[in-house]
């Protein structure tokens, strides 16, 4: 591929964009944004833009004009969603409309990070032709912004993401660093054994999503290819990492009040993605690659 085509990646500095771009810049010359904290990111070249701001979206596109756009911008913490629904529909759904319009206007790829939170749990495995189902504000904001991209641009892509974990951003982490600091503290983690995921590495994350570039107007799970339930997740964490399993304790979704509720069962059929030669290793093997890199330590970032 030409690497001075322009790849634009929304939320550059959140914790997806953070291990995406300097892989994305093998094959392309990449633009990222950021938004309320300036950041570095390696082979990045960076601008602010708060998406929710017509004028700056627009200003952005016309200063990168992209040859194509990941946008993986977003609120993206359930609960907050639930606090927060008015910011919530700003940012997730009506900013993903605005840059399907403009993708749409300029005719380029435009891959966007939806979820595996579109889908309630109850009717595992899901395929891309399962009926949406929503139970939380995060999901149905997800489900609104799917539907009016692929009003407003048939050629945007869809990858329903599912949970991810891998090295923290400056300015965001995954659930493994909160995880990781408890169990070296020595206390103890209590983790759902009713809550399944099929979850992978930001470093797979983006490599399907990058493959999805060539896959215009298409609908993509982007899973794992391991079932586990977050209490198994902590097992292989406690193994690879060598911690103590100790200090796993067992419990359940009912358990622990939230914000927002809690799909119990995001089994992902992805085996359309499989097709295409997105290939998740296991997630054992996942881990044990992140085992090396320092922002994996005690602090929350590098
Ligand atoms: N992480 C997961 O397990 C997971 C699972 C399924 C789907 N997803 C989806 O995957 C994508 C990436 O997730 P992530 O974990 O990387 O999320 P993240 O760490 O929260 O990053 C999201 C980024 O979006 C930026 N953003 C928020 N509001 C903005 C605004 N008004 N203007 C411009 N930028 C704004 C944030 O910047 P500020 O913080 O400065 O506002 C942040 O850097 C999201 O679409 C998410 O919904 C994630």
Redesign the pocket.
Known sequence: MDRQRRLLV??A?????WTLCPLAARDWQVWG?????PLKIPQTRLLR????DPDQLQACFDQVRPDAVLH??????PNDCELNPDYSY???VA?SWRLADLCGAAGIPLVF?????VFDGRNPPYTETSPVCPLNRYGEH?VLAELGMGDRYPLATIAR????FGVA?P??E??LQPFLRQLRAGQPLRLFTDEIRMPVSAIVAASGLLLLLNHPGELFNLGGRDRLSRYDFGQLLTDVFNLSPALLSPCLQADVPMAAPRARDLTLDSSKAFALGYDPPTVRSQLAQLTSFSSMSDTPFP
């Open positions: 929304t939320g500095g959140g914790f997806l964009g944004t950021y938004h309320r904290q833009v708060d998406l929710t993986l911008a977003a609120l993206s913490r700003q940012v997730n900013a990070t939806s979820s595996e939170l997800k993401m599912p949970l991810m951003s300015q965001s995954s659930f």
